[in-house]
């Protein structure tokens, strides 16, 4: 755990108003229950604050309370740019470089605002003032839960806070079933149903809600673009551009697929591989020893955690299979 924090609430009712919550492009459900977390709970104490996030996200997600408040930084940059300008405090969640968040990245560097970084990914660049990092924690949602715990007053906690915490403790977990959940990630889920959330009715708005296209998309994955390599543990999909378009898959629409290969006996480790257009953009997620992070880092431009990482590729489809199929062989003793 590295814990730098030096502000407390009284710091934090000062700032009303000049306060930013920013995660990374394309939050998923850690990023949006992080920053909707904290949203609710500094409103709970009396405090006004502003979640600008980078791009749109997936539907799944817009039924978080605080969702129509939220900016879109590529939809509205001139007003996000005069909040960043003016802000005391920015809270970076679920990200640990500025890059993560593109072209926002330069206006939270320019600013005079104290940045605030709470996150559980490996490597965070140097870009803070104050952090609250446990890498590989299970989620953001658990640290920043233990950041109110920790170091502001627990007592504004409420049911709007545990909806948007718990959503970000589900997600990053696999709903509690990665290597990642702790036992402190489950006491904080019991404090959370305490607050009055309902875990049957958050996990039914995040994942029963598919469009038969998106299950159409996955079943067409599954029976004709996987296959399995390295002896039966690797699983290896990929989506081309004309699946994307066929099955009108939209942004999050293909978010929990890589984790279906791991979901096959003697599977060690499984790749998407989606092509979007320039760039071909990758998923990996492993159980046991695979280092994710680490074969993406030397492969494919990207980084994560060691069961589960991302990267890119600019080599097109075709040959990002090839070199896939390549460069797994280094990294047999891991299988
Ligand atoms: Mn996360």
New binding site residues.
Partial sequence: MQDTIQHNLEDLIQASGRIIITSHFKP????MG?SLGLYHYLKSAGIESKVIVPSDYADFLHWMPGNNKVLIYEEDEIQCNIEIAHADFIFCL?FNALHRINVMGEHVEASSARCILI???QDPHDFDDERFIEIGA????ELIYRYITTHLDQSYMNKHVGECIYT?LI??TGSFRFASTSSSTLRIAADLMDLGVVPDAIYQVLFDQNKLSRLQLLGHLLSTNLEIIEKGKVALGYLTIDDIERFDSITGDTEGFVNYGLGIAGVKMSALIIDRGPIVKMSFRSSGEFPCNIFSAENFSGGGHKNAAGGISHDGLDDTLKKFKEVIKNYRDYL
């Fill in positions: 998923d459900g850690d990023a992080s679920d996150d559980h990914h299970s989620s953001t949602c970000g997600t990053d």
